[in-house]
C-alpha cells in the first residue's frame, strides 16, 4: 500500500448496500479515505461503520444526484472533511421497470436523471478537484443491460448512456491525468435484481439458478466481483487504460 493511495480520496455513490458498500469497502482496504454517498447520511452508516472497524476512515453524506446544489454542497463537503476526491464511482442507480407501453415518463425520467444526470453531475463536480491534482478515476457503473433487455427501455438507455459519456471524459480528461473507465456487471445477486425477481413473480433463489445456468461460469456475480474490477480502475496501475467498459458477467458479451 503505497502512501499516495493511502492519501487519496475515493467517493462512491449508492454506496449505502450492495455493489456501492462493497465497492466503498475494497477501495477502504486498499487505502483510500471513502466518502459514502447516498440519499441520507443514515443510509450510509452501516457502510461507514463496517469500513471503520476494519480500520479504515470513511464518511457518510447525504445527496440527491440528480439534484445540482445538493451533488455540489456533498463534494464540498468531501473536500473539506476528507480531502480533495481524486477517486468517484457513479454507482447510484434505480429501477422503474416496465413494458414500454405501460412505462410512464416518471418512469423514464427518474432512471434517466439518476443513472446519467447524477454520473455528469458528479463527474463535472469531481474533475475539478482532479484536474488540480494531476490525477483522477472516473468510474462508472454501466450494465449488460445496455445491450437491451426486455421491460427496462429506461434502464438500457441510461446505461448505454453512460458508456458514451465514459468514452467522451476520457478523450476530454486525459491529458489532465484523468482516466474514465466503466464496468458493465451481468448478473448480481443484489436488492435490485431480487426486486426484479418480485416484479416477474419468481422466488429470488429460483431467479439466481435459472440466470446461473447461462452464464458460463455456472454462478451469479456476487458485489465484490465488481467491486474488484473497480478497484483495479481506481488504481494507480491502470493508468494506460481509459475509456474502456468492462464486461463483469461471467462470459463474453458483444
Not at 502512501?3 to 483510500?32: E, K, N, S, W
Not at 453524506?61 to 451533488?71: F, I, N
Not at 433463489?205 to 455456472?218: M, N, S
Amino acid at each position: 500500500m503505497t502512501t499516495t493511495t493511502q492519501q487519496r480520496v475515493a467517493l462512491v455513490t449508492g454506496a449505502a448496500r450492495g455493489i456501492g458498500a462493497a465497492t466503498a469497502a475494497r477501495l477502504a482496504a486498499d487505502g483510500h479515505r471513502v466518502a459514502v454517498l447516498d440519499l441520507s447520511r443514515e443510509a450510509g452508516g452501516e457502510t461507514v461503520a463496517a469500513i471503520e472497524a476494519a480500520g479504515g476512515t470513511a464518511l457518510a453524506v447525504g445527496c440527491d444526484v440528480s439534484d445540482t446544489d445538493a451533488v455540489r454542497a456533498a463534494v464540498a463537503e468531501v473536500a473539506e472533511r476528507l480531502g480533495p476526491p481524486q477517486v468517484l464511482v457513479n454507482n447510484a442507480g434505480v429501477l422503474r421497470d416496465n413494458l414500454l407501453f405501460k412505462m410512464s415518463e416518471a418512469d423514464w425520467d427518474t432512471v434517466l436523471n439518476v443513472h446519467l444526470r447524477g454520473a455528469f453531475l458528479m463527474s463535472r463536480a469531481c474533475q475539478a478537484h482532479m484536474v488540480e491534482a494531476g490525477f483522477g478515476r472516473i468510474v462508472n457503473l454501466s450494465s449488460s443491460s445496455a445491450l437491451g433487455n426486455r421491460g427496462q427501455a429506461n434502464y438500457a438507455a441510461a446505461k448505454a448512456g453512460l458508456q458514451g459519456f465514459t468514452k467522451t471524459l476520457a478523450i476530454e480528461l486525459g491529458k489532465f491525468g484523468v482516466t474514465v473507465n466503466a464496468v458493465a456487471p451481468g448478473f448480481i445477486a443484489t436488492d435490485m435484481t431480487s426486486a426484479t425477481a418480485d416484479r416477474v413473480g419468481v422466488p429470488f433463489d429460483e431467479f439466481q439458478r435459472a440466470a446461473a445456468e447461462q452464464i458460463p461460469v455456472r454462478r451469479v456475480g456476487q458485489p465484490a466481483d465488481v467491486a474488484h474490477a473497480i478497484a483495479f480502475f481506481a488504481s494507480e496501475a491502470a493508468g494506460f487504460v481509459s475509456g474502456q467498459v468492462l464486461y463483469v458477467a461471467g462470459g463474453p458479451l458483444d
